[in-house]
Every structure is written in C-alpha cells, then in structure tokens.
C-alpha cells in the first residue's frame, strides 16, 4: 500500500516511479530518498562503507509502504555501476530518476594537497556522477523520459580555499549537468543540479565551532540549512511541476553565494 498521507499538503505527486538516489545510506542522500518515498516513489540507494545505516534506510523507506533496495556500490567504479543499474532496472522493472549525491571530501591547501586526494575526490565527485548517468542514459532515451539531478555545492560556483579538489569536482558537476541536458532535451529528460550551500550532516558536524561561526557570518539567512532544505528542491526537480526546467543550477544556500 503506498502512504498518501504527505501529499495532502504538497502538489509534487511520485507514485510509480522509481529512483536511485547515490549516498543515499545518511545526510542529504537519505533525506532525499525518504522524501521521494514520501510522494509515493520506489527507491534505491547506494553507498559505501555504510552498511548499518544502509540497512536502517532501507528499513525506513519500506516504513512508507515503497519498495526499496540498498546497495553497497561504488559509484567511481564504472562496470560495477553499469551493472548495478541493470540490476536496478531488473529488480524495480523501471528507473525514472538519477540523482548523483554520492560525495566525499580531502581537505587541504593546495600547497599540501596530494596527488591521491585529488584524485579520489574527481573519482567520486565527478566520475561517479559520469558513471551513473552512463548507465541510465539509454535506458532513458529509449523511455523518452527521464530526470537526473546532481547533488553540486556552491563552492562549484565560488571556488573554496582548501578545496582544489572538491571545488573542481562539483563544478565540473555543472559542466555535465549542462552538457547532459542538451544532449538528452529532445528525449524529455531533464538534467539540473542543486548547489547546496551549508547544510548540517555529519560532514559539517565535524566542523570546529570557529569554522561553523565564520560560515554562518556569510549566510544571509542566518541559519544553517537542513538536510530536507536539499529534499525539497529534489522533490521538485523529480516532479511533474519541474518538466520544463533543464541545464539548471538552484542554490539551495540561505543566500550565502549570491
Ligand atoms: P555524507 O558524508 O553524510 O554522506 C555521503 C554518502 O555518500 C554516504 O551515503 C556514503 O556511503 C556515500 N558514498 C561516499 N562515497 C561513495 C562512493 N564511492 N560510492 C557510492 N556512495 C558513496 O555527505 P552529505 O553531507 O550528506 O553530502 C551529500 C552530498 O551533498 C555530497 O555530494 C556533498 O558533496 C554534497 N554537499 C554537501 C554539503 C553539506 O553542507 N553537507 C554542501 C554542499 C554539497
């Protein structure tokens, strides 16, 4: 029985679709996942390296009355994704949304940054989001529908100090996104990222408060943004209501890179 007892107070409507969603095992990949069931959406997520709090999603999801699936899968390794998806499409008999959120960091300056750490963080970040969008591609052409959303960040945008990397990655993120887009546009699959600014994971949980207050300093909003901050913008992007919209890059940031 699928739960329809969120969507009286939303118009974003996901029942019958299925979506994978990378790094969905915890943060902002968890709350998206479990949004999306909220509207009625099949989903499987990805991780690494998280197998507890796989299994808890997972358990979460199915809560909602979805069908769902976790998967330990790297999503830089292009034959295991590729195989996954078809795996995937298997299990769930269709994928109608992608979204690369898989993400990880190695901090540092450049003058200290070594050749793995970029490395590592491009492979994940970036070729990750590459790989997967691979492996949907022609199943989307071939459905003439589809949506792919890449979980991006604002330092895409802005460039951060101590995130060479990182930085690189996520706007490289934007490249693909755009690129994508014209490609797959006359298919009807839109492809758009969402740019999150600060939001509060376990990832910036680790922050010193020194480094937390200097970041809320720059955010107009005054706030830290929450995990469904990010969902939210995903549920719309995934929605009917968002079928125009293609190439596109929404910060989700309290203001902070305008
Ligand atoms: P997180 O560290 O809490 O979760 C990362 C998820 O990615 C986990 O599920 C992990 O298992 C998975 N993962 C890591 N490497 C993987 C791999 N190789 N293959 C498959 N899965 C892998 O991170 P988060 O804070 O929730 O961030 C999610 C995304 O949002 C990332 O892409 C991150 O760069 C981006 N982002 C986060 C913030 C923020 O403030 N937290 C800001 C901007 C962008």
Redesign the pocket.
Known sequence: MLSNEHQGNTMFELTGKTAIV????????KAIALKFADLGANVAI?????GD?AAATKQELEAKGVKAAAYE????DFEASAALVKQIIEEFGEVHILVN?????RDGLMLSMKESEFDAVIK??LK?AFNMTKAVYQHFMRKRRGRIIN????VGLTGNVGQTN?ASA?AGMIGLTKSVAKELGSRNVTVNAIA????K????DSMSEQAREASLALIPMKRIGQ?EDIANTAAFLASDEAAYITGEVIRVDGGMAM
Not at 22 to 29: A, E, H, K, L, P
Not at 101 to 105: E, K, T, V, Y
């Open positions: 990378t790094g969905g095992s915890r943060g902002i990949g990805m991780h690494v390296g998280d709090n899968c790297d999503v830089s959120n898989a993400g990880i960091i994940v970040n990750g979980i991006s960040s604002i990182y996520k999150p600014g600060f939001i994971t376990d990832m910036t995990v």
